[in-house]
């Protein structure tokens, strides 16, 4: 039986994984996408946009899109329990630095439909929902072989010269090649609560991106389009079970937010683990991979998806080349170890030193005292935000690569 050849396969059509397959499209590769679910997810996750990001999505012609289904966020914010402003940042001092100086809340679930109808515009392009990879094997010198559950029950085998595993932090690829797998957990968890009341009603001068930073009580605000999300982190020794009840998150918010907590509409609440993995090598033969199935990081600054989205374009546009002949396998070598890099010396670090120091009132003070020194300074404004941006360490847009 003769078995269909791809050149390139890319499992997973979250939004890393369609990223690499439109990269790849708009190259002129023929790429296939094998997603396990019937559709797409519509699943509350990521919902942060960074510069760096939005400037490679408008590359390939979703950014103003997405900008317009979501919220634009100009400026960062520290508060105090009274709701003080104790500090901002306005990302207008990128400006020059990107084509988007600002971040959008919007959440993933509504970038991955533009993508996945930006692809449907190639011919050589096609995803293939209801198709589970349940194992992966190198196949000769120039292949990787698949096996795929696909719609009907009908099982088949699939050959790709690359493969790129974008399929999750549970990823199947990286099990079926029996990779280390096991995350790091933090030693706290994350809790959303979720409001469809507008908090900018209530609290005078409240922007969408806001880090409340005090000693009693510290969490997050993030301003959706269509509602608030509030982050809190909890010791790990707290029983999740718990702190969703509703009794629970009414008394957190009487902490949190004292002055109008009973006003809130809470529609949501629900916790999510945080765990730090960093797979020991992003290419393993000809199997390349991609966001989450690579990395984990503490989500804080929604720096992981980012990343994940990074990693898609630099393994899309060296594919490209490869498969044109414009660059030798190498490439991909080279492409991996500085995707790697950036997690460990830079997300990682970055990500977890948001948090640095909330469980601590001295340390909090003197993380507090140090963003302060930031915000008084231009100079060091840019600098902090073009770090929190991943400009410094994101693939450049193509008209700047050149």
């Not at 329990?81 to 993933?108: I, K």
């Not at 683990?273 to 000809?286: C, E, I």
């Amino acid at each position: 039986m003769s078995v269909p050849r791809r050149p390139v396969v890319v499992v997973g059509a979250g939004p890393v994984g369609l990223t690499a397959a439109l990269v790849l499209a708009q190259g002129g590769v023929p790429v296939t996408v094998l997603e396990s679910d019937p559709a797409l997810s519509t699943a509350s996750r990521a919902s942060t946009f960074h510069p760096a990001t939005l400037d490679l999505l408008d590359e390939l012609g979703v950014a103003a899109a997405l900008r317009a289904e979501g919220r634009t966020v100009h400026e960062i914010q520290w508060r105090d329990l009274e709701q003080r402003l104790l500090h901002r940042m306005s990302y207008d001092a990128l400006t020059g630095r990107t084509a988007h100086p600002y971040r959008v809340h919007v959440e993933q679930s509504r970038l991955t439909p533009l993508l996945l109808a930006a692809l449907e515009a190639h011919p050589h392009a096609e995803v293939c929902f209801s198709s589970t990879v349940f194992d992966v094997r190198p196949w000769g010198n120039d292949a990787v072989r698949l096996w795929i559950d696909g719609p009907a029950g009908l099982r088949a085998p699939l050959d790709a010269g690359y493969v790129v595993a974008a399929d999750g932090s549970r990823s199947t690829v990286r099990t079926a090649l029996r990779l280390p797998s096991r995350a790091t957990e933090y030693p706290w968890y994350a809790l959303r609560v979720v409001t469809a009341t507008a908090l900018d009603g209530l609290l005078p001068d409240l922007g969408p991106l806001a880090y409340v930073r005090d000693p009693r009580q510290s969490f997050s605000v993030l301003g959706m389009p269509d509602h608030w999300r509030l982050i809190f982190r909890l010791p790990a020794d707290v029983p999740r079970g718990q702190v969703t009840e509703r009794r629970a998150v009414g008394a957190l918010l009487e902490r949190a937010l004292p002055s109008c907590a009973g006003q809130l509409d809470v529609t949501d609440a629900h916790t999510y683990r945080l765990a730090s993995y960093v797979l020991p090598d992003y290419q393993v033969g000809r199997v390349l991979f991609a966001g989450d199935a690579a990395h984990l990081t503490s989500t804080a600054g929604g720096m992981n998806m980012n990343c994940g989205l990074h990693d898609a374009v630099a393994w899309g546009r060296a594919l490209t080349q490869v498969h044109h002949g414009e660059a030798d396998p190498g490439l991909l070598d080279r492409v991996a170890a500085e995707r790697r890099a950036v997690v460990k010396h830079k997300v990682i670090p970055r990500s977890e030193a948001r948090t640095a120091g909330i469980d601590d009132a001295d340390g909090l003070h003197r993380a507090l005292d140090g963003i302060g020194r930031i915000a008084a300074d231009p100079g060091r404004v840019t600098d902090y935000l073009h770090a929190a941006s991943l400009l410094d360490c994101a693939p450049l847009p193509r008209q700047q690569a050149r």
